[in-house]
């Protein structure tokens, strides 16, 4: 399966810091979605999103879907200690099925106290 | 509550054992998905169904099988096959939600497999 450009792939801040990364792709989606993954755990679905150039806010948390929909952003503003995590991308083709969903690689962030 | 639920947590066999994995939801999504999680890399399917008995092979399907008597489970095994089956096991499903046309994918917890 394609996987995604996800940048960078680790990052270590301090507490308070904004974090920005981002996915890149060759191809084109329809969606784009952004995961975290605590340690031990199941990835959590943060914010996902559904038009080309659209901006989206959950929190401190916001992500832009890029107007070529090949890329997507994330930020994270004012950074504290339980943001800490992988987050991944990823893109959807269409609605439905398992084989138009692709992910990128994960960028682990560590947020210093 | 609704959610997807997976046991165990976390799973030790030897090697040459077939195992399986449970995943149930209760979501009432149509289709359910199964990745294999390796340290420090992504997700990879091994198996996903977009309806109840049907199945289809992702991209390593190799040493696993899966069934879906059941809209809400989907349990994998891991066979003696899988030449390297250690790894961290996630479930998830996808469905309508909030009247879109677009199916996001919920994950389970997880299950970590331990095969010595």
């Known amino acids: 399966g394609q996987q995604l450009n996800q940048s960078p792939q680790s990052m270590f801040i301090q507490e308070g810091e904004d974090v920005s990364m981002n996915c890149t792709s060759s191809?084109?989606?329809?969606?784009w979605l952004w995961y975290k993954q605590d340690p031990g755990e199941g990835p959590v679905l943060l914010i996902a999103l559904y038009k080309a150039g659209e901006l989206t806010s959950n929190g401190r948390l916001t992500a832009q879907f890029g107007i070529t929909r090949k890329d997507s952003f994330l930020n994270i503003s004012a950074s504290i200690p339980s943001d800490v995590g992988i987050y991944f991308c990823a893109g959807q083709l269409g609605p439905t099925g398992a084989n138009n969903l692709f992910f990128g690689t994960g960028t682990r962030l560590t947020v210093i106290p | 509550d609704g959610g997807i639920t997976q046991s165990p947590k976390y799973l030790f066999r030897k090697e040459g054992q077939n195992v399986t994995l449970s995943c149930e939801q209760n979501l009432n999504h149509d289709a359910m998905y199964w990745y294999r999680q390796d340290p420090g890399q992504g997700l990879r399917l091994i198996y996903y169904?977009?309806?109840?008995?049907?199945?289809q092979k992702g991209d390593i399907a190799e040493g696993y099988s899966v069934s879906r008597e059941k809209k809400e489970s989907f349990p994998l095994t891991v066979t003696s096959a899988q030449k390297n089956p250690t790894a961290f096991y996630l479930c998830a499903s996808s469905g309508p939600t909030s009247g879109r046309a677009i199916y996001e994918q919920y994950f389970g917890p997880g299950t970590r497999l331990t095969v010595t």
């Open positions: 191809s084109i989606f329809n969606t």
């Open positions: 169904s977009q309806i109840v008995n049907d199945f």
